[in-house]
């Protein structure tokens, strides 16, 4: 079975400041995916990142970066310098990685507030 | 660049009746799923959809639901009998195919309101 933990319920940060969303996942499949998305007040769910387990390359794009560390099961996502538009509810995410229709197991999300 | 569309945004209807959400996937896609999320909760898969048959489902996917290819471009969740559980906000996603792409595009959702 598969699970996504995000310990981290709800946080608040002003502007500028850098803020880091935790997640850490459970499977017992040996290559499986993980993802970042970002769900605004507007509610659709927008895709971030994807990366495969046998990649433990750390990126960045932009304001954007996130630290993949399988020995620990984390995938955390950092925002460097919030702003208020980086409001919104983010969900880590995991599928198996079959190569057919894998199912995503989403964590429970983390509620960003970013205020001026 | 190309979205996954859903119709309608917003579905209000009795306890017992049947709905009808639809999804127009991106079109080079080729896998086609359905999850939904009730308020303030995360979002739950709830079935894959490949090569005009259904590939995986979760046990929320009862007898109640079902889905559907028509046509060539859209993809349809039918709950049969609406219960108020049902209530929820039900997003349509799509992915291209196999392991170099397995990135999942979702649409706006569809928010369902059983009365």
């Known amino acids: 079975a598969q699970k996504v933990t995000q310990a981290q319920t709800e946080i608040s940060v002003v502007e500028k400041e850098d803020v880091t969303l935790d997640c850490v996942y459970e499977?017992?499949?040996?290559?499986?995916?993980l993802f970042w998305y970002k769900q605004p007040p507007s509610g659709e769910l927008v895709f971030l990142i994807r990366r495969n387990s046998f990649d433990e390359q750390n990126e960045i794009s932009g304001r954007y970066s996130w630290n993949f560390q399988k020995s620990t099961s984390s995938f955390n996502f950092t925002i460097t310098a919030s702003q208020v538009v980086d409001s919104a509810v983010y969900f880590c995410?995991?599928?198996?990685?079959?190569?057919?229709?894998?199912?995503?197991?989403f964590g429970t999300g983390t509620r960003l507030q970013v205020t001026l | 660049e190309p979205e996954v569309t859903q119709t309608p945004s917003h579905q209000v209807t009795q306890m017992g009746q049947e709905v009808i959400l639809r999804c127009v996937p991106i079109?080079?896609?080729?896998?086609f799923y359905w999850y939904r999320q009730i308020l303030g909760q995360k979002v739950e898969f709830l079935v894959s959809?490949?090569?005009?048959?259904?590939?995986?489902k979760s046990e929320i996917f009862d007898d109640q639901f079902s889905v559907e290819r028509p046509d060539g471009s859209n993809f349809t969740l039918k709950i049969r009998s609406t219960k108020l559980e049902d209530s929820a906000m039900y997003f349509c996603a799509s992915s291209l195919a196999g392991v170099v792409e397995e990135t999942q595009y979702f649409g706006p959702g569809t928010r369902l309101l059983v009365l």
């Open positions: 995410a995991l599928s198996p990685l079959t190569g057919t229709a894998s199912k995503l197991t």
């Open positions: 079109s080079n896609h080729l896998y």
């Open positions: 959809f490949y090569n005009n048959e259904i590939s995986e």
């Open positions: 499977t017992r499949d040996t290559t499986y995916y």
